[in-house]
């Protein structure tokens, strides 16, 4: 069963950098029939899509974000990571990050079939 | 302003059906694949459906999806109140190369 764990700081100050890990288990994330992505949902929000991660280097950004936000994989560790640079408390939010199954059919791309529980993080002073 | 539009809440009482949509373009639903997700508060949202209307194991069939054109919907049959919760579309969207989603829909088991 795949599993997958956020970790980060959970208090951010503004203009610096978010960094959050996210460590798969349970399965490769070198799997060529999966991508992985980041989702965040800030508070009382609805979900907004981040970033995905295919094959480890094609990357795609939501482009409202793009200029401030790189996901990258670590293939040894298992894991993926984000880093959103500049944040603002419009980035306060639970991120998750989560496991894709179809982008591999030319179609897909937005089913996260796999989640992990979420990490809050808060930009604060 | 979300690129797919759902209504933001929705009603049924149990044991009834509900229908919740979700609009979008051809960038999007109308190549896409769709997928639905249920979010429970304080959770993870889970995949309910998947390539428009296909189930994951051990989603009940009392959930499924359907698509025509740029437009999907979730019905929801047999209401229960552990339904009563958030749901959301999700779809890839070509022309901004990434995933979209809804804004939403709060339902709501009365």
């Known amino acids: 069963q795949l599993q997958l764990q956020e970790s980060g700081p959970g208090l951010v100050k503004p203009s610096e950098t978010l960094s959050l890990t996210c460590s798969v288990s349970g399965g490769s994330i070198s799997s060529s029939t999966s991508s992985w992505g980041w989702i965040r949902q800030p508070p009382g929000k609805g979900l907004e899509w981040i970033a995905s991660?295919?094959?480890?280097?094609?990357?795609y950004y939501n482009p409202s974000l793009r200029s401030r936000v790189t996901i990258s994989v670590d293939t040894s560790q298992n894991q993926f990571s984000l880093k959103v640079r500049s944040v603002t408390a419009a980035d306060t939010a639970v991120y998750y990050c989560a496991r894709e199954s179809d982008f591999w059919s030319g179609r897909g791309g937005a089913s996260f079939d796999y989640w992990g529980q979420g990490s809050l993080v808060t930009v604060s002073s | 302003q979300s690129v797919l539009t759902q209504p933001p809440s929705a009603s049924g009482t149990p044991g009834q059906g509900v229908t919740i949509s979700c609009s979008g373009s051809?960038?999007?639903?109308?190549?896409?694949?769709v997928s639905w997700y249920q979010q429970l508060p304080g959770t993870a949202p889970k995949l309910l459906i998947y390539?428009?209307?296909q189930r994951p194991s051990g989603v009940p069939d009392r959930f499924s999806g359907s698509k025509s054109g740029t437009s999907a919907s979730l019905a929801i049959s047999g209401l229960r109140s552990e339904d009563e919760t958030d749901y959301y579309c999700a779809a890839w969207d070509d022309s901004l190369s990434g995933a979209v989603f809804g804004g939403g829909t709060q339902l709501t088991v009365l």
């Open positions: 390539r428009n209307n």
């Open positions: 991660i295919y094959q480890s280097v094609s990357t």
């Open positions: 051809s960038s999007n639903i109308g190549y896409n694949y």
